[in-house]
């Protein structure tokens, strides 16, 4: 592309480690979790809780479950969003990055990159993969892509993308992509959010008198919901199986990937998984609608352990349905979504 572009999209996403070993897993996780917007505890807690306790006890764990979904290219939430660049940059005319909120690629590579190819730029749109709002998830990636740019001193502005969990080509995007899997199907259907801890929902309440103050609070109009993860979910559900005429009675929610002892959203995806056969749910299929990249959380926990778990329970068949990664409906959702930016 022409060094006199003026427009450019940086795609954020989590991160990964290096590699599989311990070591570069412990790095990794010491970066993710020491982040105050991760785990919300005062900075000696969290050193004392996430250095001396979670990292020396889960290095090993995690390391091992990387390894059972690494592929050649290393890890899928990196190459997948690699990928994504890649196709998006042959259907818009505007150079793409990449970058990580931990690990590698990280911000400033990505910024450092538009100044040097592009010395005309003037504005960077970032898109946070992130469909919800959350503290631990597209704030921490806006606040981190900020400081980045200010300490740079970089010449560009920067506007972000808000969250996406209800806009029209996302929602067509996702439920096009669970289509071939749900043909014909008599089975039950569970939507698999990552869960966060219950204090961010009300950290996040911007009226300090909404969230999760009655049983039918994301049901309830409030300025909150633009910050509600909970009610976020509940409403791309809500869109998606409306899209595709899913009746009630043939779904259902459940939160996963919960750390530590604090109340987090529920119900469980694990808990349910061993309740759901007991109740007649036998045949299932999972959808993650958290993620738009296969992920440790979708390969690893869903499609492998939370299998498992079902199948052990007395579930007879189960099926995951993969994020979108690359599907021509996402990459024309995407496209349509870099329009939507604000500062």
Avoid at 28 to 49: G, H, N, Q, T
Avoid at 240 to 265: A, C, N
Avoid at 309 to 328: D, S
Wanted: proline content about 7%.
């Amino acid at each position: 592309m022409p060094a006199q572009t003026k427009r450019a999209v940086i795609l954020m996403n989590l991160g990964s480690p290096e590699s599989v070993a311990v070591k570069d897993v412990k790095k990794y996780l010491d970066e993710f979790l020491m982040d105050e917007r991760v785990i919300d505890s005062p900075y000696l807690v969290r050193s004392v809780l996430v250095k001396g306790i979670i990292t020396p006890f889960r290095a090993a764990k995690s390391a091992e479950a990387y390894e059972s979904i690494w592929t050649k290219e290393g890890s899928p939430l990196v190459s997948i969003t690699k990928q994504l660049k890649s196709v998006l940059e042959k259907e818009i005319d505007e150079p793409v990055e990449v970058a990580m909120r931990y690990g590698n690629p990280t911000m400033k590579s990505a910024y450092d990159a538009l100044r040097s190819n592009y010395p005309a730029l003037e504005e960077v749109v970032l898109l946070p993969l992130y469909p919800h709002y959350a503290m631990s998830s597209y704030e921490t990636a806006v606040t981190h892509a900020r400081t980045v740019h200010k300490e740079g001193n970089y010449p560009f502005k920067i506007t972000f993308v808000k969250p996406f969990y209800n806009h029209p080509d996302y929602i067509k995007a996702l439920a096009e992509s669970m289509k071939p899997y749900l043909l014909n199907y008599q089975g039950h259907l569970l939507f698999s959010y990552h869960s966060i801890p219950e204090r961010h929902i009300m950290k996040s309440d911007m009226t300090g008198m909404h969230c999760l103050q009655s049983a039918n609070c994301c049901e309830t109009p409030s300025p909150a919901h633009r910050y509600c993860y909970r009610h976020q979910c509940f409403m791309t559900t809500k869109l998606v199986t409306e899209y595709l005429g899913i009746p009630k009675d043939k779904y259902s929610v459940s939160f996963q990937s919960k750390l530590g002892r604090s109340e987090w959203l529920k119900p469980s995806t694990t808990l349910r998984m061993q309740q759901m056969p007991a109740e007649g749910i036998k045949d299932l299929t999972v959808v993650c609608p958290s993620f738009v990249s296969d992920c440790l959380e979708t390969l690893e926990e869903i499609a492998i352990r939370e299998k498992e778990n079902f199948l052990a329970a007395g579930g007879e068949t189960f099926a995951y349905i993969p994020c979108m990664n690359t599907q021509p409906g996402w990459i024309k959702a995407v496209a349509a979504l870099i329009g939507i930016s604000y500062q």
